[in-house]
């Protein structure tokens, strides 16, 4: 174990407890004290071998990955109005998706997007992204009004930065002609893009209008009434708005 690990410093066995695991290390102790360098003694560990590798990229390894395009596909349904809507270009031509890329103006209705753009919306630049990895989260919203035409009701697509480092590991094992165990040990550096989808809808209907409509007037005559219990029995001049609300009649 290297020397910059704490709890692999020793002097001799009985600092190495075998089985014990080394405290953010990379194995397990076999009980041996060995000597790393002229000046230093380890635990030895039970442990692939070399260690991880922690040198950092210099620049991203697949650069012309910011002209790669990603295409983003997703449908709503609106089960109280039995309405759905995709939103993808209804279209026969085979060819439409191969060529066309979403601009929110000019082609709404295309969701095939440029990575290096969803970068830039996101307030990221790709090759500072690229390098140690992030994480850019797309949000696709619809707010549609199912009085208009359908055609009316198309997404709205925003980007923000959720991270800006992003790396995972994965290994692969193999045996050797002599039967021993290998491993490679791969890290990862990448954009990752987390997809939500959120959606309202809303419809005129004479019914809860209706409903709407007389619950406003019964609380403006419910309004009347309180004030005038207000004003005949709490008001400090409550003697005056009596008389001047209820005639006698003897």
């Not at 309405?83 to 000019?106: A, E, H, R, V, W």
């Not at 692969?172 to 040990?185: A, F, H, K, V």
Request: proline share 5%.
């Amino acid at each position: 174990q290297s020397p910059s690990v704490l709890d692999a410093m020793c002097t001799e066995d009985a600092d190495c407890p075998m089985g014990n695991p080394v405290v953010r290390g990379n194995g397990i102790k076999t009980g041996k004290c060995v000597m790393f360098n002229t000046t230093h003694s380890t635990c030895e560990i039970y442990g692939w071998c070399p260690v991880e590798n922690n040198t950092l990229p210099r620049k991203p390894l697949l650069a012309e990955a910011e002209n790669f395009t990603l295409f983003i596909k997703n449908t709503v349904h609106f089960t109280k109005f039995n309405f759905s809507k995709c939103n993808t270009l209804q279209t026969d031509d085979p060819t439409y998706f191969k060529s066309c890329m979403y601009d929110p103006f000019l082609n709404p209705s295309c969701p095939v997007f440029r990575v290096r753009d969803m970068v830039e919306a996101a307030g990221e630049t790709f090759g500072d992204l690229a390098l140690l990895g992030g994480s850019i989260g797309v949000r696709i919203e619809w707010d549609c009004d199912l009085d208009h035409p359908a055609a009316q009701c198309q997404p709205q697509y925003s980007f923000s930065l959720q991270d800006r480092r992003y790396n995972f590991r994965t290994a692969s094992y193999y045996w050797d002609t002599q039967r021993r165990l290998y491993r490679n040990l791969l890290k990862l550096y990448g954009i990752r893009f987390d997809i939500s989808v959120h959606g309202q809808a809303g419809k005129f209907s004479i019914i809860p209008a209706a409903v709407s409509f007389g619950t406003g007037i019964a609380f403006f005559g419910a309004a009347t009434v309180v004030c005038d219990l207000v004003l005949l029995y709490l008001d400090a001049k409550a003697d005056f708005y009596w008389n001047e609300k209820f005639e006698e009649v003897r």
